[in-house]
Each structure stands twice: as C-alpha cells, then as structure tokens.
Nanobody, 121 residues
C-alpha cells in the first residue's frame, strides 16, 4: 500500500524559508517521479514542482528561483526547500507520486495527506 507522509509545514513571515519533507513507502520509490502540489483556500490544486528518478526537475513559474525540489533515494524521501516565501505561497502542500518525462509532469498515482504552509506579511 502506497503511503506518502508530508511534514515540515508551519507559519512563517514573508521572506523566510521552510523545508518540506515527504517520506514514501509501499512501492519502489526509485521507479516513480515525485512532485509537490499546493492548494490555496478556494482555489484548484496546482502543480508546483517535480523531480524524475534520474533527477530532472520542473518548476512552475510562480516558484522558479525560490523553491528547490530534491529527492534522497536512499531514504525514500522527497524535499521542497522554499526560500523567500510570499503570502501568496500560503496553501496546503501535497506530495505526489506519478509519471513524468524530463520537465513535464503527466499524472498522479497517489497523494499524501498534505501539510499546511502559512506565510504572513
């Protein structure tokens, strides 16, 4: 059974950093692309970033240059380092596993339960 468990969310002031983690279990972690999505209150869930098993990454324009995605395949763990956070980054952040090719994310096979990030001005 696939399990994705996020942690690291919290409240931070604008300009500050946060680091999210997602521990995966129940499947062959190395075989799948991993991604972060977010959903702000009243809005649709949106793709933020992804990383392929080989390390290719993609970022949405809204976070490019501020967020860095990485994966530790030995620990089955996905990370999202978020720097220079803005109030508009406030959202529930979800870890996901699925398929991608290079810089393009295709679809989600499983979701985590989410971790809340709140950025105050």
């Amino acid at each position: 059974q696939v399990q994705l468990v996020e942690s690291g969310g919290g409240s931070v002031q604008a300009g500050g950093p946060l680091r999210l983690s997602c521990v995966a279990s129940g499947y062959t972690y190395l075989s799948y692309c991993m991604a972060w999505f977010r959903q702000a209150a009243g809005k649709q869930r949106e793709w933020v970033s992804h990383v392929s098993p080989a390390g290719s990454t993609g970022y949405s324009d809204s976070v490019k240059g501020r967020f860095t995605i990485s994966r530790d395949n030995a620990k089955n763990t996905l990370y999202l380092q978020m720097n220079n956070l803005k109030p508009e980054d406030t959202a529930m952040y979800y870890c996901a596993m699925g398929s991608c090719r290079g810089g393009t994310w295709y679809d989600v096979a499983a979701w985590g339960q989410g971790t809340q990030v709140t950025v105050s001005s």
